[in-house]
């Protein structure tokens, strides 16, 4: 066990001390990818424009993850709508799905290592390999999937606010497309990014349908579902997009109020096991404790 907790605390280690020297340069080239998925080029070619780990790097991922995909059936990728989702526009299902298969390569390496060097038997150092690679292929994916969900949340929390705003602005006299350029640059996090990005997909050719369809694809939640199959809807219809956005507001409201309800009534259950196991011990320790003090006394006197 105290094994285990070093190995851990050495790996936690070792991850910090490489992001925080990798980190400034890491966010910097990641910044410069998305200004240029926009559309806008650096003025300056910088080391920071490269890849964030190294073009050989990402080609040599990519092929590990290729060969893993097609030979390794166990091993599935995650698709590239959850990588999209999550934020991570410029990497691809393939790169990603590679370097999970070296991460958990190596990490069992590493595991391997301090085994062997503690002298631990070869049981035992076999399964703590296999335990690292397997926790190293979960942790990718879980953090994948939990970065998209939070950001669909996140989207879906602002959009009654976008709507308001289009609302307002269409009631005014200026056109869908006109509304949804005027406020882009006023939001910022994930919806943000997703209608700049739709506005750039426009300018470079695309109708506002299908950038809106492909925004859709990217941030496939249950409210944007809705905004943009109303849009689309108006657009081809000819009804107004003012009335339909107002009742589309106060729809996406009344659906954010019920999940909050919803979510207050799951409060009880997942309160069970903290209350169970951390709560009641310590309370039946303090109440029954003197109790069976005084009773073993008695017994022990007579």
Known sequence: MLFVIGTLFFVVAVVTLIRAVAFPHLRASVHLRQIESYGFKAGLETEETSEPLG????????????????????????RGR??????????????????????????????????????????????????????????????VRRRREARLKEIDRELPELIDVLTATIEAGLGFAGSLQLVAARFKGPLGTE?????????????????????????DSPSMRSFVRAVLQGESLGVSIGTMMRNLAVEMRKRR????????????????????????????IVLLYPAVHAIAQAFSGG
């Open 55 to 78: 073009s050989s790097l990402n080609v040599l991922a990519q092929r590990i993850g290729a060969y893993a995909a097609s030979r390794v059936s166990v091993l599935k990728p995650l």
């Open 195 to 219: 209608l700049r990005l739709t506005l750039q997909e426009q300018s470079m050719g695309l109708s506002t349908s299908q950038a809106l369809s492909n925004m859709l694809e990217r941030c």
């Open 257 to 284: 109020r019920q999940t909050a309800h919803e979510s207050v009534q799951k409060a009880p259950v997942k309160m069970l096991f903290p209350l169970i196991f951390l709560i009641f011990p310590p309370l039946l």
């Open 82 to 143: 959850e990588l999209v989702g999550a934020g991570f526009y410029t990497l691809s299902a393939e790169v990603f799905h590679g370097y999970r298969v070296l991460a958990s390569v190596a990490l069992a390496t590493v595991v391997l290592l301090l085994a062997a060097l503690t002298g631990a038997s070869g049981g035992l150092m076999i399964l703590l390999a296999a335990l690292s690679a397997a926790g190293a292929w979960v942790f990718f994916g879980a953090y």
